[in-house]
């Protein structure tokens, strides 16, 4: 045999093997898949219906009990939220609204590349625009008004704890449908000071009610700062360290967000901070929660865990946002938690 029939009989070898071995990747997630879409005894009850994003009264979340309704943008009762759910037919990642306004972020493996991209939707979940994104969803939020959109995505890397992650955070008008594609284009104010830097990263926007004023995580040279940023100058300016994923409370009074307990590890506690004071109260989940939890109402945050003894699911909770109770299971097999 020739040199070059050698080279190509094993360069023909290495595509069969690869090909081969995409398509038992592939046949693998689609089992796995197929027996998470199968409905399990003992699971909540889902039927199949409708929900508009203007109904008063309920709780919207992603589903995660198996069966075919698993990932589909889901409601409770706000009243009931242990009681029977109603699954629309809308699937996502990730999923917030607020004032008649969402976004769902969809993420589609294949064999070579991942499929992710956001949906701005209407009161009904119809889709009114489609954004490509550059990597993983992780994180979205609606402003109070509806008006605005953010979504955060992993560029690279798998989480927080990675060495080598990237995060890229977006802000949408949906009035203008001007996108911000990052918030590294804003200037940084920190410590009183202009501030640039090659490593910063963005993530877990949580928007104020009058339409310009925001919270978010900002990280660089391994801290993590909560921010107060203008849409309109296009500003954020360091407030505290050790903040991640922010969310306001509906008085905007105050921050529920995660803290990393121990540097250099994936482990973090539930705090409320006090904008005006900057005092910080440890809640009382001691689970370590990796969520950007939600308000409920003034006194109550929820936020999702993995679900025991069962890998990729996870269950919403809830805890009082003074410190004081203990934490209480919300919705079984749940996440993405909106109150409409």
């Given amino acids: 045999m020739t040199p070059l029939r050698r080279r190509l009989l094993i360069l023909v070898t290495a595509v069969l093997l690869l090909a081969g071995l995409g398509t038992g990747v592939v046949l693998h997630a689609a089992a796995r898949a197929d027996r998470a879409n199968q409905p399990q005894a003992g699971g909540p009850a889902v039927t199949a219906g409708k929900l508009t994003l203007g109904q008063k009264g309920r709780l919207a979340f992603l589903n ?6 698993r990932t589909a943008v889901a409601s409770v009762p706000s009243a009931d939220p242990g009681g029977g759910r109603i699954a629309t037919s809308l699937k996502c990642a990730r999923f917030y609204a607020a004032a008649g306004t969402g976004v769902c972020l969809q993420s589609v493996t294949g064999v070579l590349k991942q499929s992710n991209r956001a949906l701005l939707l209407d009161a009904d979940l119809r889709t009114l625009r489609t954004f490509p994104l550059a990597g993983t969803p992780s994180r979205a939020r609606v402003s109070p ?10 560029v690279s890397g798998e989480s927080y704890s990675s060495a080598f992650f990237s995060t890229r955070t977006s802000i949408l008008d949906t009035r203008t449908m001007r996108l911000t594609p990052s918030l590294e284009t804003f200037s940084i104010v920190k410590d009183g000071k202009p501030y640039h830097a090659s490593d910063i990263n963005f993530w877990g926007v949580t928007f104020a009610s009058d ?16 921010v107060r940023g203008s849409l309109s100058r296009h500003t954020v300016t360091t407030l505290i360290q050790n903040v991640e994923c922010p969310s306001l409370s509906p008085d905007e009074t105050r921050v529920a967000f995660k803290k990393r ?23 009382a989940e001691r689970h370590s929660v990796d969520d950007q939890a939600t308000w409920l109402d003034d006194r109550t945050v929820a936020y999702a865990l993995p679900t025991d003894g069962k890998v990729g699911s996870s269950d919403l909770w809830s805890v009082p946002a003074n410190g004081t109770g203990a934490p209480r299971l919300l ?3 749940a996440s993405s938690p909106a109150p409409l």
């Avoid at 995660?64 to 309704?69: L, Y």
């Avoid at 121990?262 to 109260?281: A, C, F, M, N, P």
């Fill in 64 to 69: 995660a009990a198996a069966g075919p309704h």
């Fill in 145 to 154: 008004s509806g008006r605005f959109v953010a979504w955060t995505v992993f």
């Fill in 211 to 226: 339409d310009d004023t925001f919270y978010a995580t900002l990280n660089t040279a391994n801290q993590t700062y909560l």
């Fill in 261 to 283: 307990v121990l540097s250099g590890t994936s482990l973090w506690h539930e705090y409320v901070l006090d904008l005006r004071t900057l005092k910080e109260t440890a809640l």
């Fill in 331 to 333: 919705i079984a097999g």
